[in-house]
């Protein structure tokens, strides 16, 4: 059937911002859906609430809304627009609930607007657990035994029948989320009572524990005629009872035999149709028993998801984008396979290469929970690798994490000997290490199978890396010839991993390597295993004897852009959102782009975003490799974060010629001391600080600066290690702490700014001129990292007398570091007082927010301008322009994952993602902030205020504003003391260990509608902490700043007056965000 | 398997082709020599099906899927009683394998086999060769490793359509397949008789055989050469013509059978079976370029619009504007051949042709890849044909209907008035889904 022409707009729904279980996966999706369906003549509207992502630009839809994902604000888009149908398989389980939400509203019915690529039904079955088994037992397919409970009671009742372990799985949660594997009763009480709160339908499904079967997942799509395939297998390493999301996983399966593996494909097909997926992509999983070969189905996604874009990158086969087409009438067999061109998509992927996927994790900065993994999804980001055999892509794969391993070795990895045994059985970020320990420490494969569970076939292959190991350090590099450098090399071992095998230094073994020929080839990844000539340039590195390349010269001068590997807190999607938009911009000034890169969930990895990919890791050695290749005419390290930055030296020192600001230029921004010498010499004030490599040093620096203290390890983004110190005791321990984060450097102490106003500001410089594309206020105050501080663009409370001396100064700064392309600077005010925090030489996270508030594309201009092009000549708008309105950037943060990490904002960062919000006003402009994070705002109920004793003044006003405003008060006794006295009444409940009925029980009881909570600024665990993770347990809101309370308190009221924000449309701000860089270009 | 894993010094082996390429690497089964054309299979999984398929007879078959073995190997995979292939190239061979029904590692297997087998050669460059290039020559040696030599000897070694490799594979006797129990107490149940169908064995799957066992059919599967008076003797309900290996014109006495039985009685034919039958009906045949061994090639039923996602295996093929000229008012008016048939996958058109010997014959099934035919119906006597793999083993299940199809079209002609000599041909028009295993169970 050909495209449909009864339909003319289509409405996009995104997946908001990024959190745990949910990605920036889906922006490569929705990019992709929105891309072609304007292709084939739609109209396009789109609404996600983030502004990092590529699909929120306002050249990728015709109508571009950055607006809270909630029936309200998505209604009057549709009552505005008149969309004729609604695309929600693309924006993950948010789009979807929005989706049946605005049904069950009626929206859908009275605007007339059709559900395409899946209908509401599917989307109930797929989704609740009862509906979905009772559909699998009537296509005969066996699911595990099972029973729903709506309470506690119902629960254990359930689990006493079916027998411990149990798992539990809430119904319609994102990534699993309050999900988990009770062995006994206490377990499950803990579990399924948050498994229950968090179910927006109060519902957990109890189930017959399948932990230690293989887990499957098959990666399906289907059409409107009923043609079914099926794109790839997906098999998780670490068997049933870790989220796939946290497992090593390898494409294809590799322990199924033919018999298997067709099996699944017929129940994965045969699912979709009971189902009623109508069209499109989904995803089932499989749990196999590994001792007969028994099948049952745990579930399956209705839509695309991280596995179907994992499955996009594994094997080439554009999923979202062809899902798109069919949800508007195409079938499989009339799109064309973009890679052959000349064969359809109605066909299923071979491939000649393995691929893993693995997990990276981020417990360090959730200190206190349980870093065991299970059935709820904890990891923040993942690499993938390609190799030509398991060996290869899983070496690859771990030294793609940057967490400091180059591969599979031991090198400095500290293994927890007491807990050794429990640590290789038990799924842990680690187990990987800890297993291939144990097979050095000489267990067998057929104990470490018994005891983890994971497959011999695995445990194996991994056995052979360990004899490989053995064997090279026996020969050494005096004694390793040709053949087996190159057998080293297959097996994916790294040249510094070699190195430390041989003792011996990486780059003599890179040159003893290139002197024996020992050269990576090209290969191509093209979806039929070379049965046909692919037409794009999607390539993976690997070695082969016979140096077979694939590569091919290009006509044009190239530009290698090295993007930011995996998503971790501090580092995510807002990175490779710069280099997706540099590629952009190269392309169009006539360069061969070419991007590497090694994150599956992103655009940048996406084959057609640049001319040439690189599915590689971001290490030295690999970018070395692919720049050998291609010899460019320049290599981008300044928009992809901290990972290319910190090769910037190497690689200029190896002759690379880097794009932009030097690596000497880096140098003085990232060198303190250099950068102090800076400052000093423009006369700039910056907060005195200090270096200290040993307690006694820092003792000293403390008694000159005096506390508060800001401290932080040298050489780290988002924050990692920081803290804030009030005395000399914490400053001790942080010391202690401190040598086990990055040991041989010294930690760095800063006086710390109480109260100050921190601001961001990101300029773009050509070496002489600057320009200051954003100056972003925060709301939060000094102290809180700028990555978990909301900000507005323009600044809401500065006098234009210091914004004009901050951009002054960032001028100043830009031409002494002589920065070509982005710059961060981030300052503090404090008593009319400019003081500069620091300088990065960089894109910064906050690019994309500043971009799309200001309406200039910054990281489009900084390519520009790194490929020669003065600023001047980029025809941009006037700094000085007067916005139509405002534009407010907030942090999503994980608490909900981390049970038992304090919940509490501070100097290191921890939140996974950002929402913007836009209004005329400041306050609505950050109740939209709110209401995409939350979607619901508190409108009533009881407000629990307990503040430390330094914000005890400033409370006042805003709780009599609040008792104004109808809520009841609540205090702890100190709190109350000063509401009463400023004649605010309010209820005085019990601290926890007061007695009953205390603030916890209140909570439990569901009394509280949300909470300001203010930590006080040294060791306040206690009954804060346990305060604040109850609330994120029940998922009460709450606020741990003062400054974060009046921006609430102004947020509640502003919804409170108005029937509802309106919306606004990106391309109708009076400063659109358009790309004015090409008209006088 | 890595060098640097393993224990012991292997033997080293070498790979020839008549081009003059030469892949050094090690020997992962037997030793020796083996001469043959060498093809690339892109299964990913099913490696002991491809090995023990019979129609890999005077072929080395090359592997896409770089690692090998991995579950080893099992006799429920077995496709005949031995190995047929010439000798098996892999980028990286699995000794140690793990599966629950494994009963031995794939390398021992081919020793065991006889097969000579190398790994650790760069099969993607190995492969973009053949497909630049076409099927060639080639030898794998573990003797003769000076490169020259082996390259001369692969020039002088003689091409795969010389030999008649159907007599090679094809069994000397009769034997019976009995039909499988519950699908025969299921046929009784409503009524339905026994079906008997005799098999031309020309190197037939055990895939095949179990299909038609499963559809109800007890099955003879008699020689290549077995004339055509014999079978009719037989009092076959229906009868079939398997797949085999090499040229198909090599197989005269088969092709000879098809052309005696063809309107006689119900005929199904899959791979070399499809190339007799269509020749039978005047067809030429084509050698494809490198041919299609894999399991992921998609065919459009031109009856029912639904694509399968088909398993193949053959590197000859019919060519159908050979059959004869187009019937127009079946074929949408059109009087002119395309040689590109997707030109009907995108009218939505099922073409007819008038053939020399037996009527007319309709285009069934095409290859969304490369437009090449697919299956074949003859309208005017009881017979179809595929070109793919049905039973699959390795690969999917997309077709299995087909199976359903031929007994079908056997009880249509049991059923057919006196004296028709055709039935209705909406036998061969059953969706994909429906023919799919596991609905069939449920």
Redesign the interface.
Known sequence: MPRREDINKVLVIGSGPIVIGQACEFDYSGTQACRVLRREGYEVVLVNSNPATIMTDPETADRTYVEPITVDAVSKIIERERPDALLPNMGGQTALNCAVALGEAGVLDRFDVEVIGCDLDSIRIGEDRELFAAAMR???LEVAASGFAHTLDEALATSEELGYPVVIRPSFTLGGAGGGIAHNANELRVIASQGLSLSPTTEVLVEQSIEGWKEIEMEVMRDA??????ICSIENVDPMGVHTGDSITVA?A??????E???L???S??CL?RVGVATGGSNVQFAVN????RVIVIEMNPRVSRSSALASKATGFPIAKAAALLAVGYT??EITNDITR???A?????????VVKVPRFAFEKFKGTSEELTTRMKSVGEAMAIG????EALQKALRSLEDGHDGLSDEGQLFDEDRFDELVAGPTAERIYYVAEALRRGWTVEHIARVSSI???YL?RI???I??ER??SRLGLAGMDR??LL??K??GFSDAQIAHLVHSKEDVIRAVREALGVLP?V?TVDT??????AQTSYHYLTY???N?S?HVEAGKPRVVILSAGPNRIGQGIEFDYCCVHAAYALREMGYETVMVNCNPETVSTDYDTSDRLYFEPLTFEDVMNVIEVEQPAGVIVTLGGQTPIKLAHRLEEAGVPLMGTSSEAIDLAEDRDRFSALLDRLAIPYPPSSVASTPEEARGAARTLGYPLIVRPSYVLGGRGMAIVYSDEALASYMEEAAHITPDHPVYLDAFLEDAIELDVDALADGEDCYVGAVLEHIEECGIHSGDSACCYPPFSLSDVMVERIRQTTRELARSCEIRGLLNVQYAVKDEQLYVIELNPRASRTVPFSSKASGVALAKHAARIMAGKPIGSLGLPSETREPSHFAVKEAVMPWARFPGSDVRLGPEMRSTGEVMGIAATFPEAYAKTRQAIDYEMPAEGSVFISVRDADKRSIAPVAFALAQMGYRIMATKGTAKTLRAAGISCEVLMRIGEGHPNVLDRITEGDISFIINTPHGHGSRGDGEALRSEAVNRGISLVSTLSGATALLQALATLRESAGLPVYALQDLSSAPTDHGTSRA | ?????F?DARPPALLALEDGTC???YACGALGEAFGEVV?N?????YQ?IVTDPSYAGQIVTL????VG??GV?E??MQSAGTALKGLVV??M?H??????SAGSFPDFLRAHNVVAIE??????L??RI?NTGAMRAAISTVDLNPESLVARVIASPAISAHNYVADVSPRQERKVPADAQALEKRLAVGKPALHVVAYDCGEKRGIEDELAVAGCTVTCVPFDTPASRVLSLAPDGVFFSNGPGDPQQVTQTAQAAKDILGKVPVFGICLGNQLVSMAAGAQIEKLPFGHH?????V?NLLT???E?TAQNHNYGLVFESMGPLVPELSGAETEHVHDLRHW?ERGIAPVVETKNHGRVRLTHVN??DGTPEGIQFLDIPAFSVQYHPE??????DSRYLFQAFVRLMDAWRERDDGASRVSPAYLSI???EG????A??
């Open positions: 009537d296509i005969g005629t009923g043609n079914g395939i099926v294809p590799q322990t199924l035999s033919d018999m593996l067709q099996r494909r017929d129940y097909l045969a149709e590994p001792s007969d070969g499989l067999d000349v064969t359809p109605c066909f299923e992927p071979s491939i000649d290469y393995c030509r055999t398991f060996e497959d011999p076939w194996h056995a052979d890396i004899t490989a064997t090279i053949r087996c057998a080293a297959q097996m080839v290969k039929c295993a070379g049965e046909f000539a082969e004897d016979g077979a694939e | 398997m890595n060098p640097l894993a224990e892949l050094r690497g690339f892109t299964s990913m999984v099913g099906e896409t899927y770089p690692q991995n579950y099992s429920l995979a980028r990286d699995c140690i394998p793990s599966h629950w029904q650790g050669v760069d099969t993607r460059a492969t973009l497909r894999g399991g992921n090639e998609p459009m619009h639904r694509v996602v996958v969304l890849n699959s083993r390795p690969g999917p299940h969706d994909v889904r799919r295993p596991h609905h169970e449920a």
